[in-house]
């Protein structure tokens, strides 16, 4: 390889390096800053002065709780509804199949406050305005595009040959459905579920239109935190965010990567 090519080659990581994750090393320079005044560009003092800050607010370990609570209960009944409709759009021809594929795009196509402003009229008449049923319901119009979408692909690439084997040698649907065909796409859905639990983590919109102040999420809380206090509280919130993803995607990694726990589990 050419000087020119390699130093052209370092340049365009560089940048690609700089785009991606400077915000994110900004972030964890002013979660663990004391002060910080513009124009400097990095933080007069270190220490641990606004973690205690936002450690010490009344309501920061309910918030907590209340957006894994969500994006718990969100991600199940996504997959109690979507999953089964996947099933039957990848594996049923039927009117209108493509249109309806097609509408989880089309909502998403669109600035989503406008449909949450339209839902909450709904909401506001079925008393859902300020409930955690109402939260959970606007989550999972959120992030059903991922439960759809993703299962629905996997389930049309499992190989037709291996389950119609299955039945062959006397094995009734149920079961050729959690031997054969659920294996093969459980690693999509986990991806899908991951996604979704992830959508509905961060959800602040549609929670913060229908649940405040009765629920408050960490990303609603962050609304009144990046508006009221100085900006090192705002990038703590965002770590708090930030390292239960990483932790997912972690964990996604260890049993859905190469040679996986449980690629080794279905795959003999």
């Known amino acids: ?33 004391n002060k910080y005044q513009a124009p400097h560009v990095l933080p007069l003092s270190f220490g641990f002065t606004w973690w205690k800050n936002v450690f010490a607010q009344s309501d920061l370990l309910q918030a907590f709780f209340n957006s894994f609570l969500v994006a718990t209960l969100s991600t199940f009944f996504s997959m109690l509804i979507c999953l089964p409709a996947a099933y039957a759009i990848a594996r049923y021809h039927f009117k209108g199949r493509s249109l309806f594929l097609f509408s989880f795009l089309l909502s998403n196509a669109f600035p989503k ?64 459905f959690f031997t054969i065909t659920f294996p093969s796409a459980l690693p999509a859905i986990v991806v899908a579920a991951m996604y979704t639990f992830l959508g509905a983590l961060d959800e602040s919109q549609g929670t913060l239109l229908i649940g405040f102040p009765q629920v408050k999420t960490m990303a609603t809380a962050m609304y009144g935190i990046i508006l009221d206090q100085a900006p090192m509280v705002g990038a703590i919130f965002a770590l708090l965010l930030v390292l239960p993803a990483i932790l997912i995607l972690w964990l996604c990694y260890k049993f859905f990567g190469k040679k996986s726990f449980l690629q080794q589990l279905f795959i003999k």
């Not at 340049?11 to 991606?20: E, G, K, P």
């Open 113 to 176: 406050i406008g449909l949450y402003t339209a839902i909450g009229i709904i909401f506001y008449k079925m008393q859902l305005m300020g409930t955690l049923t109402g939260v959970v319901l606007i989550n999972i119009l959120n992030t059903m595009i991922f439960m759809i979408w993703i299962p629905t692909g996997a389930f049309q690439n499992v190989y037709r040959q291996q389950e119609e084997a299955a039945r062959d040698v006397g094995a009734g649907p149920l079961r050729t």
């Open 1 to 33: 390889m050419s000087r020119k090519k390699l130093i052209l080659n370092f340049l365009v990581l560089f940048i690609f390096a700089f785009f991606m994750y400077g915000p994110l090393l900004n972030t964890l320079m002013l979660a663990f800053a």
